[in-house]
């Protein structure tokens, strides 16, 4: 059953008299208070408390997910805060619900890039929707707040909270450090990702991140909230996780991560390295494709 990979609606599908598989499901992600600095209105905190109670209330009360849990012959889960809340009763399969085509592009030129004099700004990349739960503010509140300056920010998507974001920018002074340009083809995105020494994700709530799989795939280590999808996605072989402890806390761990590869180029080659081995191992369409043939699979066999 394809669903919108969210764990609300398994549809009635599990009442079929034939084997049943059910996701990879998501949408099991919380709104973590500590964040409420993240947003720029207070009617976005609103909406994502009232999600957790929809979130919990399904949960409770919903006699579809009960009966698909029940009978579903598998289900797979897209990540680690969606497996956190559903029945302990049984076993899932862990399947990313997006995954990336290798042959798109390969992993960016390190040689010119190591060879330039540190003094060169450190080039960050931020792509996504600029929505709330996307939480681009986090950054922009990070680098107002940083004695580091030698840095350039490219900022790649359009959205809700774009207006707030640059008038912050200009707000904070530091527009001419960052740019916002707007929604591009992916053509277009793809020569950033090659010009950009590191990938930042700042999401507060994804059940994994497309982009970061763009990220990795030309080679760019990625620092991310150690959260949701991301938190397993990204591993310290690839990138930075922050802990969420606080505000504070994890806008000081972005800075001190673009600080540590500022003044390390190589590790920036190091991770970005390791991420492309990673999606190639954990996250091409031809191995989820390979995880479901082996279900069904065996699910033939067993009838």
């Known amino acids: 059953h394809i669903t919108f990979n969210e764990f609300r609606t398994p549809g009635k599908l599990y ?3 034939v084997p049943f598989v059910w996701g990879p499901i998501g949408g099991g992600q919380f709104y973590n208070p500590i964040f409420k ?3 720029f209105s207070r009617k976005d905190i609103n909406k994502e408390k009232l999600r957790n109670f929809i979130n919990r209330f399904y949960l409770i009360f919903s006699s579809d997910i009960k009966a698909a849990v029940k009978k579903a012959n598998t289900i797979l889960i897209a990540d680690q805060s969606t497996e956190s809340i559903m029945p302990k009763s049984r076993k899932y399969v862990r399947l990313l619900e997006t995954g990336y085509d290798l042959k798109r592009n390969e992993v960016k030129d390190y040689d010119e890039d190591l060879t330039i004099n540190k003094k060169r700004p450190i080039r960050l990349l931020w792509v996504g929707g ?3 739960r996307k939480g ?3 950054l922009i509140d990070a680098l107002h707040n940083s004695q580091f300056e030698n840095y350039s920010l490219s ?3 359009d959205g809700q909270d774009r207006k707030a974001s640059e008038r912050l920018v200009r707000e904070y002074g530091i527009e001419e450090k960052v740019r916002f340009l707007g929604a591009l083809s ?3 995105v793809n020569s950033l990702y090659d010009n950009a020494d590191v990938f930042v994700f700042t999401s507060l709530r994804d059940t994994s991140g497309n982009v970061v799989l763009e990220a990795m795939s030309h080679g760019l280590p990625v620092i991310a909230i150690n959260h949701h999808g991301v938190g397993e996605i990204v591993t310290d072989e690839t990138g930075v996780l922050i802990d969420p402890v606080s505000y504070e806390s994890v806008k000081q761990g972005f800075l001190r991560a673009i600080e540590q590869y500022a003044q390390n180029p190589y590790l920036m080659e190091k ?3 390791a991420g492309r081995k990673r999606l190639e191992t954990h996250y091409s369409w031809e191995n989820n494709a390979k ?3 082996d279900i069904y699979g065996r699910i033939v066999a067993e009838k």
């Open 186 to 188: 992916y053509d277009e």
């Open 15 to 17: 009442q079929l008299p």
């Open 271 to 273: 991770h970005g390295i």
């Open 136 to 138: 681009l503010k986090v």
């Open 130 to 132: 600029i929505w709330p």
């Open 37 to 39: 600095d993240a947003y």
């Open 155 to 157: 900022i790649v998507g």
């Open 291 to 293: 995880v479901l043939q």
